[in-house]
């Protein structure tokens, strides 16, 4: 069965950093680009960052450029979000979300990180 | 940037009713959109992409349309379980994708 599991959301202090790991299973993880999507509480969806399938090709969007870095080893089935220089506004959950022929067709369940002092 | 607008915020209606949800793009994406389900305390789900395509598993009552700058969800009978919010996401600059700011589709 095909699964996505976030991990490593926590309650940080504004400045501070923050990784967040989503083991894959039940397909082949080095075929396919991944993303993060994030969801503020109470809000809607912003797409955060994407990687292609070959650990190459970061992209991100604009409010986290600088801040946060998206990374993939494909030897261990494992996605990353490296979040540095946290704000308040990063609050939110965080999923990993499996991308096919351009579409986030696979979403899991998400990881919650909150940024408050 | 591209910026989608979803209409209409709150959407009020009865099991059976016909339900139509706009997504209108501020520059075209010709047809590089989607439509997401969520219910609350859940991740979100792939119902349509390409505009017009059903993903795996989502049954025949949902129909994408449009192109361009302007997009229609559309769910001919509405079942209880369909009661969520909405989101439309395009993705013409992949991987990039802006997503509309939902439609909560609500029982009247």
């Known amino acids: 069965e095909l699964q996505l599991l976030e991990s490593g959301g926590d309650l940080v202090q504004p400045g501070g950093s923050l990784r967040l790991s989503c083991a894959a299973s039940g397909f082949t993880f080095s075929s396919y680009a991944m993303n993060w999507v994030r969801q503020a509480p109470g809000k809607g969806l912003e797409w955060v960052s994407a990687?292609?399938?070959?650990?190459?090709?970061?992209h991100y969007a604009d409010s986290v450029e600088g801040r946060f870095t998206i990374s993939r080893d494909n030897s261990r089935d494992t996605l990353y979000l490296q979040m540095n220089s946290l704000r308040v506004e990063d609050t939110a959950i965080y999923y990993c979300?499996?991308?096919?022929?351009?579409?986030?067709?696979?979403w899991g369940q998400g990881t919650l990180v909150t940024v408050s002092s | 940037e591209i910026v989608l607008t979803q209409s209409p915020a709150t959407l009020s209606l009865s099991p059976g009713d016909r339900a139509t949800l706009s997504c209108r793009a501020s520059q075209s994406v010709t047809s590089y959109l989607a439509w997401y389900q969520q219910k609350p305390g859940q991740a979100p789900r792939l119902l349509i992409y390409g505009a017009s395509n059903r993903a795996t598993g989502i049954p025949p009552r949902f129909s994408g349309s449009g192109s361009g700058t302007d997009f229609t969800l559309t769910i001919s009978s509405l079942e209880p379980d369909d009661f969520a919010v909405y989101y439309c996401?395009?993705?013409?600059?992949?991987?990039?994708?802006?997503f509309g700011q939902g439609t909560k589709l609500e029982i009247k």
């Open positions: 990687i292609g399938s070959h650990e190459g090709s970061p």
């Open positions: 979300a499996k991308d096919i022929s351009g579409y986030i067709y696979v």
């Open positions: 996401q395009e993705r013409s600059i992949w991987p990039r994708g802006a």
